[in-house]
């Protein structure tokens, strides 16, 4: 499950990077709406993937409150997840 988390908070990071400096641009200056649509709906897909998995690994690992919601604040922050994911599941992982 960790392994897994580890990878959607990787793939939920990109998501929003791309949206941010791709395809925001792309639907405001260049008049392009559709590459928005795809990837926001990709992006909303692992945005909430993130959350859900995020409560049951915080369950699984006994983390208290304060890191559960500092690791769901980072899928709401730039380049967040990626911060998250080093800080709080590398070592998780390398122990499990």
């Given at each position: 499950m ?81 911060w ?13």
């Amino acid at each position: 499950m960790l392994k897994f988390f580890k990878y959607l908070a990787i793939a939920e990071g990109y998501s929003f990077l791309l949206i941010l400096f791709i395809t925001m641009p792309l639907k405001y200056m260049g008049g392009l709406g559709m590459p928005n649509k795809i990837i926001g709906m990709a992006h909303g897909v692992l945005f909430l993937s993130y959350v859900v998995v995020a409560i049951i690994v915080s369950q699984l690992l006994k983390w208290n409150f304060k890191k559960l919601l500092i690791v769901l604040t980072m899928s709401i922050v730039p380049f967040g997840t990626f911060w998250m994911e080093r800080e709080y599941l590398e070592d998780e992982i390398a122990t499990a």
